[in-house]
């Protein structure tokens, strides 16, 4: 990890067409009305013209918008009611979430009765609002925040229940909202019976336009009819993605969807991938850092979607991190751009309107891995120095134009980066951390290398190294593990042998590489950086399935990696039969280009054998390549595949190997549809 001074520690399924055409599923987006409805729809009398945003409200975003929604952490449930509601506008001003910029609390479906009173108009839920919407609107108000309601451009809402959608009554519900003081509209797309999208989400534009009221409108689509290609000017965020889970790989998957827009976002309309999931539980708080962090470098919108009455304290520090929420309201409105991503590591950068740029160095992978980038890759112009500030760690210092740290599994450093005059008076960054990944057997001992590498121009003196580990285990210093001093620019390598106990269990074992220095000022350093060893176990002599054995690491473009059944791209579980070319196997893995996943072999193993292709689930549009590596060589490719070809046999001769793995590329064309099989893959030992 990068030490700095004080630190001590796209729509993807057939399937949602249909539930968007007859209204089954829980999805959401926000969408207008149309004035050419199909057969049997109610029926509005105003007809209007596809029109961009009036100049009146284009003030609503000129930043993303950032509040509360309550769809993910309640759905319909009892507990969505007036109460919460209330509640959480005490909490925006008590926890200080008003002060770091959030507004808006919004609710989400199930508000209204499921049925219109005898006017055509909707009724609020007397159980839950037994004062009214507008009565919760005023006290939301009363608070200084704003309040937002949801529906859908539909005949109906997307829960099962079905509530009353707005489509043909898309004016009556724009000045039932407008009366009631609603300030914001999430626009579902449920129940929309066929009618064209960009017909249904204007006729409520031109509604909300109608009642003089100013109205953020929140066109939540799911993607499907890019959106995001005429949606500007028509509301002012577009849904890019189906609707997030509170889970890792959900989280992962729609980040990658919407990172690939980021053309079309700026100040007055953004790409939405949907609200944050921080504080529900079901990501760790390393993991909820990311998905805060890579919203923000994302100009997302940033709408809580977590209970905060019972969330943690640890989500209130993740969600009101003022310097993270100051990249995503960056007045510039870019939204940032991917550098590169490679084996799980990721450089997003984003163009900040003081000329800087917010760096985030993500790692998709289950180990730290070290990333780093420059400051001319991210869009900087040449000079002697920058200034770095960690908007996690709250700590400057300087660099010579490199950019790294050791990140941990799931993790995200998120830096500015910016010319500074001064960058001399701060102290250079250090990065340090082990290099790979070590794998041992219980019993068995492994080498581990680290190196602590000044990024800065100014030398660090008295710098030592400590690797630590778990009770048992031994660790054994190979090389020196200290210098007196280390100058800017230059490179500290450490070696360690490390053995893990008899008996102990497969696994992921952590140690910390703890690094000390002190700055030429004098002022003391401590920081510390994960590090990984794996105890595995070989494969058994004999002829074996892979798809029985635990793989060391895996990463893929879509959803987890599936044993023995097809990608589903969400969850585990959700895939289908292996079938390629007609032909069905039990056994296999089920990956997304791209993918990679690696195994333990201990030198021990000879051959490696598979039946390769697309998925016949992928329909034409996939494209995929397979290779086989052994201790990173490539030692088997197909080349290009589509579904339109039958299973090709891939074979490779990993004699001696440590570890081999298995990739997946998409084929250069992009990955959309790329589920891609290895069917009765067997390894021999």
């Known amino acids: 990890m990068a030490h700095f001074p004080g630190w001590r520690a796209r729509p993807r399924s057939s399937a949602r067409t249909a539930l968007a055409t007859i209204g089954a599923g829980l999805l959401c987006a926000t969408v207008l009305g149309s004035p050419a409805l199909a057969e049997g729809a109610p029926q509005e009398t105003r007809t209007t013209a596809f029109a961009a945003a009036p100049a009146d409200d284009d003030h609503l975003a000129l930043t993303p918008p950032m509040g509360f929604n309550n769809w993910n952490s309640t759905h319909c449930r009892a507990e969505f009611n007036e109460a919460m509601v209330k509640g959480m506008a005490d909490l925006f001003v008590e926890k200080g979430l008003k002060a770091a910029g959030y507004e808006y609390i919004n609710l989400d479906d199930c508000w209204a009765l499921p049925a219109r009173d005898a006017e ?38 997307c829960d099962v229940l079905g509530f009353p959608g707005g489509l043909g009554h898309e004016y009556s519900d724009a000045q039932q909202f407008a009366d009631w003081g609603v300030d914001y509209l999430k626009y579902d797309n449920c129940n929309n019976l066929g009618v064209d999208a960009k017909k249904r989400y204007t006729t409520m534009r031109e509604a909300l ?45 729609i980040m990658k969807e919407n990172l690939a827009l980021d053309e079309y976002a700026g100040p007055g309309g953004w790409n939405d991938p949907d609200m944050l999931e921080v504080g529900n539980g079901g990501m760790t708080d390393t993991e909820y850092r990311t998905h805060f962090s890579m919203w923000s470098i994302m100009a997302a919108p940033l709408l809580i979607g977590s209970d905060l009455r019972t969330a943690p304290q640890s989500a209130f520090d993740i969600l009101s991190n003022e310097e993270v929420i100051a990249v995503d309201q960056d007045r510039l409105g870019k939204q940032g751009k991917v550098v590169s991503s490679e084996d799980g590591r990721w450089v997003v950068a984003k163009e900040l309107a003081d000329g800087g740029r917010a760096v985030a160095l993500f790692n998709e992978s289950d180990r730290p891995q070290r990333i780093s980038t420059t400051a001319r ?36 450093v998120l830096v500015r980066v910016s010319l500074d005059r001064g960058w001399a008076q701060l102290p250079p960054a250090v990065a340090s951390g082990a290099d790979g990944r070590a794998i041992t057997e219980a019993g068995g001992e492994t080498g581990l290398s680290a190196t602590t590498e000044n990024l800065g121009r100014l030398p660090v003196r008295s710098l030592t190294t400590r690797l630590t580990s778990p009770e048992g285990w031994r660790v054994e210093a190979d090389s020196p593990s200290g210098a007196p001093l280390l100058s800017g620019g230059s490179p500290f390598r450490t070696t360690w042998r490390v053995t893990a106990p008899q008996g102990t269990a497969p696994g992921t074992y952590d140690l910390t590489f703890t690094t000390t220095y002190r700055t030429l000022s004098g002022t003391p350093v401590r920081a510390s950086s994960p590090v990984q060893v794996k105890v595995s176990v070989a494969p058994a002599d004999g002829t074996t399935l892979i798809s029985d054995l635990t793989p060391l690491a895996t990463t893929n473009g879509w959803g987890p990696v599936e044993k023995d059944r097809s990608n589903g791209e969400a969850k585990a579980g959700d895939g289908k039969a292996i079938t390629i070319g007609g032909e069905t196997w039990d056994k296999g893995l089920g990956v997304h280009a791209a ?10 193993c000879e051959r490696f054998t598979a039946r390769v292709g697309l998925d016949d689930e992928a329909g034409v549009r996939g494209t995929a390549a397979f290779e086989i590596w052994a201790d990173g060589e490539r030692k088997a490719a197909t080349g290009v595949l589509t579904n339109l070809q039958g299973a090709q046999e891939l074979t490779a001769d990993v004699s001696g190997a440590r570890t081999v793995r298995l990739v997946v590329t998409d084929g250069g064309d992009g990955k959309d549809y790329d589920h891609a099989d290895w069917a009765d893959p067997r390894i021999t030992c």
């Not at 007397?126 to 200084?144: E, Q």
């Not at 929140?218 to 009819?225: L, V």
């Not at 993918?595 to 021990?604: D, L």
Request: net charge positive.
């Open 120 to 157: 055509g108009k909707l009724v609020p839920d007397p159980k839950r609002f037994p004062h009214g919407i507008k009565a919760v609107a005023d006290y939301v108000h009363d608070k200084g925040l704003k309040f937002g309601i949801y529906t859908s451009a539909g005949i109906k809402t």
């Open 209 to 253: 336009k109608a009642t003089g009221r100013p109205i953020l409108y929140s066109i939540c689509e799911w993607g499907e009819n890019k959106p995001w290609e005429w949606a500007n000017g028509v509301g002012h965020a577009w849904r890019t993605t189906g609707d997030i889970s509170d889970s890792w790989d959900s989280m992962v998957s």
């Open 377 to 412: 890759a991210v869009g900087l112009p040449q000079a002697a120095g920058y200034r770095v500030r960690d908007l996690w760690e709250h700590s400057d210092a300087h660099t010579a134009g490199k950019v790294a740290a050791t990140v941990p599994a799931h993790g995200t």
């Open 595 to 604: 993918s990679s996943v690696e195994y333990y072999t201990a030198g021990r």
